[in-house]
């Protein structure tokens, strides 16, 4: 394959034809040409970057499959210009044994033209008491280990993984929340859960088990990783831990860079996620931490739920929002073109970083690198429409919005994984 005039944004910016054999850039040069029954794609007009990486999705197989399956999940996340995505492992059966795990890794490659990567639970069935066998599941072939869905509740079982994985040199990648002070809320604890009578939940379910988890990361050296960092505590914990030399990373959705509690018109449950949308000065500190490195990365946490389980009030509709087809365009368009963050930016905290802090393929484009690429239109607006979404999920609170940066092509590992048609 030979992408003609390709305008390259990665690590630097630069026009030039990229040409792919098997699964590799085989060369990057001036005026490339094309060999025999080559597939030739001109990119004029359009920008190249490396393949985006998301290391948060739900893809609900086995057990939720009318939410979404690892199908149409992939082809979802490659119709937002991803090559790698990394699925939660909050799925029924829970795949905390060898015997339930392979199975889904087959599944992650065989149904899907990106590559998905999976987390295996940090307990058995997500429970807070016995931890998996870690080994065991990283042999079969697990990235790392997530309860996402849940927090861990006991300190000492969080202690143990963290013991174990540190010796794996795998990552622990947490959900944080204290459920006993969850009281059963729904929203943000603040002035908009008083005004639509809503019980509330507080910034400190988060912050105050993350302060609990980078006590024992500093502990046992692990590679711990913050998912959906919500609230200004939890980068002021997390600013401070990296600087005591805590060997820490950290996740932010694409929905709390770009939404905030005063953004929910009224009881609408396509803004019902969790952790929840917070205050403005929490939704300022998020982007200040994501500008100062503090939150290393940006993740959709895409969790998709059926049409039912979404309509009705806040207080009964399920957790989550679908990110994977929407996150690109509505971050390019809100902070991007509003000059808050560069494209270069972006583009590092949904592809080189991740890439690196997780010691994935791609997040470049290099010579003899994997052929994981996005060709994005910037240039033509249009409006955020469900019915052209792969996702069976339509949960969002973006339907609807004007927004530029539409997937042309997504490459993976050499293969054209969506071509717009
Ligand atoms: N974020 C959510 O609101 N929901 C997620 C679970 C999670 O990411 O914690 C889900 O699996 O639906
Ligand atoms: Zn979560
Ligand atoms: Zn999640």
Request: charge should be negative; glycine fraction near 8%.
């Amino acid at each position: 394959m030979l992408i003609k005039h390709a305008h390259i944004v990665s690590d630097t910016e630069y026009m030039a034809d990229i040409q792919i054999t098997d699964h590799i850039i085989s060369a990057i040069g001036q005026s490339l040409a094309p060999r025999d029954h080559e597939q030739v794609i001109d990119a004029t007009g359009a920008i190249v970057m490396p393949g985006l990486i998301d290391v948060h999705v739900h893809f609900r197989e086995p057990g939720f499959t009318d939410k979404e399956t690892i199908k149409t999940g992939a082809a979802a996340a490659a119709h937002g210009g991803f090559t790698t995505v990394v699925a939660m492992s909050n799925l029924k059966p829970v795949p905390d044994t060898v015997e339930t795990l392979k199975p889904l890794l087959e599944k992650n490659q065989t149904d899907a033209k990106i590559t998905v990567l999976q987390f295996a639970p940090i307990t058995h069935d997500l429970h807070s008491d016995q931890v998996v066998d870690m080994a065991a599941l990283q042999a079969a072939g697990a990235l790392g280990f997530s309860n996402d869905g849940v927090g861990v509740q006991d300190a000492d079982t969080m202690y143990q993984a963290m013991q174990q994985a540190a010796k794996l040199h795998a990552p622990i990648v947490a959900h944080i929340e204290d459920a006993s002070l969850m009281h059963g809320g729904v929203i943000n604890a603040g002035p908009v859960a008083k005004k639509l009578n809503l019980p509330g939940i507080i910034n400190q379910t988060e912050s105050s088990q993350l302060a609990r988890d980078l006590e024992l990361a500093a502990a046992t050296g692990v590679h711990y990783h913050a998912c959906h960092v919500s609230t200004r505590q939890s980068v002021d914990l997390i600013r401070e831990a990296k600087k005591r030399g805590v060997n820490v990373t950290a996740e932010v959705s694409p929905h709390h860079l770009l939404l905030d509690e005063n953004n929910i018109p009224g009881d609408n449950p396509m803004f019902k996620m969790n952790p929840p949308l917070r205050s403005r000065a929490d939704h300022l500190a998020l982007l200040e931490g994501l500008q100062d490195g503090t939150l290393d990365m940006i993740a959709t946490d895409h969790a998709p739920h059926t049409a039912a389980e979404k309509t009705g009030s806040f207080k009964t509709a399920a957790f989550g929002i679908v990110g994977s087809e929407t996150a690109f365009s509505t971050l390019y368009t809100k902070l991007v073109k509003s000059k808050m963050f560069t494209l270069k930016q972006l583009i590092a905290r949904m592809s080189t970083i991740p890439a690196e802090k997780f010691d994935l393929p791609g997040g470049h484009i290099t010579v003899s690198g994997p052929a994981d690429l996005t060709i994005m239109d910037l240039d033509t607006p249009y409006t955020i429409d469900p019915a052209d979404w792969f996702s069976k999920g339509k949960n969002s609170p973006f339907i609807g919005d004007k927004v530029n940066g539409q997937t042309l092509y997504t490459i993976s590992q050499g293969q054209i994984a969506y071509a717009r048609a």
